[in-house]
C-alpha cells in the first residue's frame, strides 16, 4: 500500500464494524447462502442470559437478532435503541442479542456487561456456540459487528444490517407493508458487489506486493465503478477513489488524476464523508495545490456541520465521540494542505486544535511529539 490508509478483512468494516469472526477465503469468495425470503435458521442456544429462551419462531411475532460484543463499543451504544424497539413493540416483537464467546468476550465478560448496563438491556440475551453466527452473520457473509436481522411474523428472513437502521424495517414489517421481493433484489445486488470487490481487494493486494503499480490502478478502478455503500474486504469503503487518484498520479498521468478525483468529489460516499474528502485532497495535492485546498474546504465543512450537531442518543453520541479522533486526523491533513497553500493561519490553527485532542500514545502515527514539531515549523514561517 502506498500512502493511502486502509484495513483489509474479510467482511465489511473496520472502526464502527468490527470482526468476530473473519470470513474464510472460500467464504469470501461464494455468494451468501442465507437470503432474503429464506425460511429463517432456528435460534441455536443452549444459554440464556437474561429473558426467556427463544425455542422456536412463534407465528405472528416477529424477530430481531442482533449480534454483539463486550468488547464491541458500537454495540453497547446500540442497546438503549434496541430495548426502546422491543419496548414500542410489546408483544409483537421479541429481541435478542446473540454474542459468540471468545478469549475476548468471555461468560463472565458477558454477565457483567449486562448487569452493568442494568435497564440499558431490556430484552432477552444469548449465548452463542456458533451455530446461530454460522447461520445468521456466516451465511450472509457480512460477520461484522454489531449486525442486526429482522425475521418476519411467518419465520421468513426479512432483512439484515446495521442496528440503526433497524426501525424503520422493524415499523414496515410489523405494519405488514415491508416488500420483500425488493428487500431480496437489494440483497442480490449488495452480495454480487461484495464477492466482486473482496476479490478486487486481493488483486489489489497481489499487485501491490509485485510493486505493479498498474495492476493496483486496474483493482481501484474496477472498484470505483460500484456504489461505495457496497465495497467491502478493506475499509475505509472509498479505498479504490483515493488509490485510483495516487496511482496515476504516481504514473504521471496527472490529467487523469484531477479529472477522477473530480469525479469522486461529487460520489456517495466520499462527498458526504469528512475523512474521505480529506483523503482526497492528500492525494491530489502532488498533482494540483488548488484542487486539494478546495477539497480540504469541503472536508472542514462537513466536520463544522457533525460537530455543531446534538447527539439525539447513546448512539449517536458514540458516534461523535468516535469521529473525534478521525476529525483530528482531517484536521492533520487539512493543515499540511492550507500550509503547502500559503494559508499557515489556518494551518496553525487547524494543527492547534488537533494536538488538542490527539491521544498521549506514541504508536500513533505521526504521534503528538511529530505533531507539536510541525507546528512549530508552522509558526516559525
Same mark, same amino acid.
Given at each position: 500500500?502506498?500512502?493511502?490508509?486502509?484495513?483489509?478483512?474479510?467482511?465489511?468494516?473496520?472502526?464502527? =464494524?468490527?470482526?468476530?469472526?473473519?470470513?474464510?477465503?472460500?467464504?469470501?469468495?461464494?455468494?451468501?447462502?442465507?437470503?432474503?425470503?429464506?425460511?429463517?435458521?432456528?435460534?441455536?442456544?443452549?444459554?440464556?442470559?437474561?429473558? =426467556?429462551?427463544?425455542?422456536?419462531?412463534?407465528? +405472528?411475532?416477529?424477530?430481531?437478532?442482533?449480534?454483539?460484543?463486550?468488547?464491541?463499543?458500537?454495540?453497547?451504544?446500540?442497546?438503549?435503541?434496541?430495548?426502546?424497539?422491543? =419496548?414500542?413493540?410489546?408483544?409483537?416483537?421479541?429481541?435478542?442479542?446473540?454474542?459468540?464467546?471468545?478469549?475476548?468476550?468471555?461468560?463472565?465478560?458477558?454477565?457483567?456487561?449486562?448487569?452493568?448496563?442494568?435497564?440499558?438491556?431490556?430484552?432477552?440475551?444469548?449465548?452463542?456456540? +456458533?451455530?446461530?453466527?454460522?447461520?445468521?452473520?456466516?451465511?450472509?457473509?457480512?460477520?461484522?459487528?454489531?449486525?442486526?436481522?429482522?425475521?418476519?411474523?411467518?419465520?421468513?428472513?426479512?432483512?439484515?444490517?446495521?442496528?440503526?437502521?433497524?426501525?424503520?424495517?422493524?415499523?414496515?414489517?410489523?405494519?405488514?407493508? &415491508?416488500?420483500?421481493?425488493?428487500?431480496?433484489?437489494?440483497?442480490?445486488?449488495?452480495?454480487?458487489?461484495?464477492?466482486?470487490?473482496?476479490?478486487?481487494?486481493?488483486?489489489?493486494?497481489?499487485?501491490?506486493?509485485?510493486?505493479?503499480?498498474?495492476?493496483?490502478?486496474?483493482?481501484?478502478?474496477?472498484?470505483?465503478?460500484?456504489?461505495?455503500?457496497?465495497?467491502?474486504?478493506?475499509?475505509?469503503?472509498?479505498?479504490?477513489?483515493?488509490?485510483?487518484?495516487?496511482?496515476?498520479?504516481?504514473?504521471?498521468?496527472?490529467?487523469?488524476?484531477?479529472?477522477?478525483?473530480?469525479?469522486?468529489?461529487?460520489?456517495?460516499?466520499?462527498?458526504?464523508?469528512?475523512?474521505?474528502?480529506?483523503?482526497?485532497?492528500?492525494?491530489?495535492?502532488?498533482?494540483?495545490?488548488?484542487?486539494?485546498?478546495?477539497?480540504?474546504?469541503?472536508?472542514?465543512?462537513?466536520?463544522?456541520?457533525?460537530?455543531?450537531?446534538?447527539?439525539?442518543?447513546?448512539?449517536?453520541?458514540?458516534?461523535?465521540?468516535?469521529?473525534?479522533?478521525?476529525?483530528?486526523?482531517?484536521?492533520?491533513?487539512?493543515?499540511?494542505?492550507?500550509?503547502?497553500?500559503?494559508?499557515?493561519?489556518?494551518?496553525?490553527?487547524?494543527?492547534?486544535?488537533?494536538?488538542?485532542? &490527539?491521544?498521549? =500514545?506514541?504508536?500513533?502515527?505521526?504521534?503528538?511529539?511529530?505533531?507539536?514539531?510541525?507546528?512549530?515549523?508552522?509558526?516559525?514561517?
Amino acid at each position: 500500500m502506498h500512502g493511502v490508509a486502509v484495513c483489509v478483512l474479510g467482511l465489511a468494516g473496520c472502526a464502527a =464494524d468490527v470482526p468476530p469472526r473473519v470470513l474464510t477465503a472460500q467464504e469470501s469468495a461464494t455468494s451468501a447462502t442465507l437470503k432474503v425470503g429464506d425460511a429463517a435458521p432456528p435460534v441455536a442456544v443452549k444459554r440464556w442470559v437474561r429473558g =426467556d429462551a427463544v425455542k422456536s419462531f412463534e407465528p +405472528g411475532t416477529v424477530y430481531v437478532l442482533d449480534f454483539w460484543a463486550t468488547w464491541c463499543g458500537p454495540c453497547l451504544a446500540s442497546m438503549p435503541e434496541l430495548s426502546a424497539l422491543q =419496548d414500542r413493540y410489546a408483544g409483537k416483537v421479541v429481541v435478542i442479542g446473540v454474542t459468540r464467546l471468545d478469549s475476548d468476550n468471555t461468560m463472565s465478560d458477558v454477565e457483567r456487561t449486562v448487569r452493568q448496563r442494568g435497564r440499558a438491556v431490556r430484552f432477552r440475551i444469548a449465548v452463542d456456540e +456458533g451455530a446461530t453466527t454460522e447461520g445468521y452473520p456466516v451465511a450472509v457473509r457480512d460477520s461484522a459487528l454489531p449486525r442486526s436481522f429482522v425475521i418476519d411474523q411467518q419465520g421468513r428472513f426479512a432483512w439484515y444490517g446495521h442496528p440503526s437502521e433497524l426501525a424503520g424495517v422493524v415499523d414496515a414489517v410489523v405494519a405488514g407493508t &415491508w416488500d420483500m421481493a425488493a428487500a431480496r433484489k437489494e440483497q442480490d445486488v449488495r452480495d454480487a458487489a461484495a464477492v466482486r470487490s473482496r476479490a478486487l481487494v486481493n488483486e489489489y493486494i497481489e499487485a501491490g506486493n509485485r510493486k505493479d503499480v498498474e495492476g493496483e490502478l486496474r483493482a481501484a478502478e474496477e472498484t470505483t465503478r460500484m456504489p461505495v455503500k457496497y465495497v467491502t474486504g478493506m475499509s475505509p469503503r472509498y479505498w479504490a477513489w483515493s488509490v485510483r487518484v495516487e496511482c496515476l498520479a504516481r504514473l504521471g498521468r496527472k490529467d487523469e488524476a484531477r479529472d477522477v478525483a473530480r469525479v469522486a468529489a461529487t460520489t456517495a460516499g466520499v462527498a458526504d464523508e469528512a475523512e474521505a474528502m480529506a483523503r482526497l485532497a492528500a492525494t491530489i495535492k502532488s498533482v494540483s495545490i488548488e484542487d486539494a485546498t478546495e477539497y480540504a474546504d469541503r472536508a472542514m465543512r462537513l466536520v463544522g456541520e457533525a460537530e455543531a450537531r446534538t447527539p439525539a442518543n447513546e448512539w449517536e453520541e458514540y458516534l461523535a465521540n468516535a469521529e473525534r479522533l478521525g476529525y483530528g486526523w482531517v484536521r492533520v491533513t487539512c493543515a499540511d494542505i492550507y500550509a503547502a497553500g500559503g494559508r499557515l493561519e489556518e494551518a496553525r490553527a487547524l494543527l492547534r486544535s488537533a494536538i488538542a485532542v &490527539w491521544p498521549e =500514545d506514541r504508536r500513533w502515527i505521526p504521534n503528538k511529539k511529530e505533531l507539536e514539531r510541525r507546528l512549530a515549523e508552522y509558526e516559525a514561517r
